[in-house]
C-alpha cells in the first residue's frame, strides 16, 4: 500500500533526511522559523495542552552563554550553526488551557493542579511535540541537529531562572554544511518493533 504523501515528501521528512552536525553560515530567517511553527503548532497533544516553549538562540552572546552547559563536541556545532533552538516544557501550561481547551474549563484545576503532574504530563507532550517541530525543520527545506549532551539544569539557570520552564532538548538548524552527516545507522525492521495482539 502507498501512502498519501508523495515520495519526494518522504525523502525529505524522513528517508533522506538526518541529523547534521556541520551546517553554512545561510541564515535562518524568522519567517521560516514562524512557518515552521505555524505548521507543526497542530500536532495533537493531551487536552491540547501544547506545552512546548521554543527558545531561538541568534546572538553571539547567548550562544556563548549556552555552550558553557555544552559537552563535548556539541559546544563547537552549536557555536558554528546559524540558528540553535532550546526546547522546553511549560510547566505551568494548564495555565492556558481555559484558552485552548474551552470546551471543559475545569480540567486546568481538575488534572494539573499538581505541579508534580504537570510536570510529567507537560514534559510527555513536549517531547512529542519535539518530534513534529524537527519534521516541521525538515519540511523548510533545513537540517536539524538535536542533542541531549546538555548540562540542561545549567541551562534553565542561565535562561529560565524563574523556575517555570525546563529544558530537555538543543536543536541546532539550518542547511547541512561540508560532511554534515555520519553514514546512517541500522534502524529495526518492521517486525522487530510491531507486534500484533
Excluded: C, W
Amino acid at each position: 500500500m502507498s501512502l498519501a504523501l508523495d515520495a519526494a515528501a518522504q525523502d525529505l521528512l524522513f528517508r533522506e533526511a538526518q541529523t547534521a552536525n556541520t551546517f553554512t553560515d545561510e541564515p535562518v530567517t524568522d519567517e521560516q522559523v514562524q512557518a515552521i511553527y505555524d505548521l507543526v503548532k497542530f500536532g495533537p497533544t493531551a487536552f491540547n495542552q501544547s506545552p512546548l516553549r521554543i527558545t531561538l538562540v541568534r546572538s553571539q552572546e547567548a550562544r556563548e552563554r549556552l555552550v558553557n552547559h555544552a559537552m563535548g563536541a556539541n559546544g563547537p556545532k552549536t557555536l558554528s550553526a546559524p540558528l540553535t533552538a532550546i526546547l522546553s516544557v511549560d510547566l505551568d501550561f494548564h495555565e492556558k488551557l481555559p484558552q485552548l481547551f474551552p470546551h471543559a474549563p475545569g480540567i486546568k484545576d481538575t488534572f494539573f493542579s499538581e505541579a508534580a503532574r504537570r510536570e510529567v504530563a507537560g514534559t510527555q507532550n513536549a517531547t512529542l511535540q519535539a518530534g513534529y517541530f524537527i519534521v516541521g525543520v525538515r519540511a523548510a527545506g533545513l537540517a536539524a541537529g538535536p542533542m541531549t549532551g546538555f548540562d540542561f539544569t545549567g541551562v534553565d539557570k542561565e535562561f529560565f531562572g524563574d523556575g517555570k520552564q525546563k529544558s530537555f532538548l538543543i536543536i541546532n538548524i539550518g542547511k547541512p554544511g561540508t560532511d554534515a552527516f555520519f553514514p546512517r545507522s541500522p534502524r529495526l525492521t518492521f517486525d522487530e518493533a510491531v507486534a500484533t495482539v
